[in-house]
């Protein structure tokens, strides 16, 4: 069970007693799914046949037996509540999470990542930026290129990243993105589309003692992304650029 299904389920859990409630008030308020399922429940017992032989005494006997069952009534009211309601997400139900970027362990750097791509165009950027347990901007960079999809980029942006890294003596390293497809394909050696780049960045990871790379959502990686644009939207040529200071107006605190 993936961590947002397990903090959806744990959501509807704690909603239990309040959909118990609800399922009562179903029940009980008409016009209601309770008096819905009544006719419904109706129109089955009109559809048993009755003796061919058609007469008054007959007909008062069908009548006499026809049954409205309520505890059947009841239990459909209950699962319609309890499906429709219970184990669909409601607004209620739903958690909001506040992500950001947070500063690296003591004695440690921080690379940030990030990989922006139009199809259209095969165009594509790539940015990071490298920060201490201060939140002190050691580096950033960025730089235009040509590729062939969004993952090719991130890829690329990690790897210009711990190139970086080992040259300046950013380590000890640890690593975050908002792509979980780069942390899964750096651990499938299955997979060819992408062998070139994975090649080097495993090669570049092992020189670095592989440092973690941990996921983080893209509030948490705002400026990465601001630079991955910033390369493929206006960027004049594939020049590979680097900051030593934030760009004006970029908060890269996150």
Not at 84 to 89: D, M, N, P, Q, T
Not at 143 to 156: C, K, P, R, V
Not at 202 to 222: E, V
Request: aromatic content about 12%; charged content about 15%; glycine content about 6%.
């Amino acid at each position: 069970m993936t961590e947002s299904h397990q903090v959806t389920a744990f959501a509807n859990f704690k909603s239990f007693p309040r959909t118990c409630v609800k399922s009562v008030m179903l029940i009980l308020k008409p016009p209601s799914i309770f008096s819905l399922t009544i006719a419904q429940n109706f129109w089955n017992q009109l559809n048993i046949p009755i003796s061919p032989v058609v007469n008054d005494h007959s007909i008062v006997n069908w009548l006499l037996t026809f049954p409205i069952s309520i505890p059947t009534v009841i239990a459909r009211t209950l699962e319609y509540a309890f499906t429709g309601k219970f184990l669909s997400s409601t607004p209620s139900d739903k958690i909001t999470i506040h992500a950001r970027w947070k500063p690296p362990p003591h004695g440690l750097y921080k690379l940030n990542f990030d990989g922006s791509f139009s199809a259209p165009s095969l165009v594509g950027g790539l940015g990071g930026v490298f920060r201490d347990e201060y939140v002190n901007w050691k580096m950033g960079f960025y730089q235009q290129h040509q590729g062939f999809n969004a993952t090719s980029m991130e890829l690329l942006a990690l790897l210009r990243g711990i190139e970086l890294a080992y040259h300046h003596k950013f380590v000890p390293l640890a690593i975050e993105t908002d792509s979980t497809e780069v942390i899964t394909l750096l651990t499938d050696y299955s997979n060819s589309l992408y062998d070139s780049l994975l090649s080097s960045c495993r090669y570049w990871l092992k020189k670095l003692q592989n440092p973690p790379i941990n996921h983080n959502f893209r509030d948490g990686n705002k400026v990465e992304h601001h630079l991955a644009n910033e390369a493929r939207t206006t960027s004049t040529n594939s020049n590979f650029v680097m900051f030593c200071s934030p760009l004006t107006g970029v908060a890269f605190g996150e």
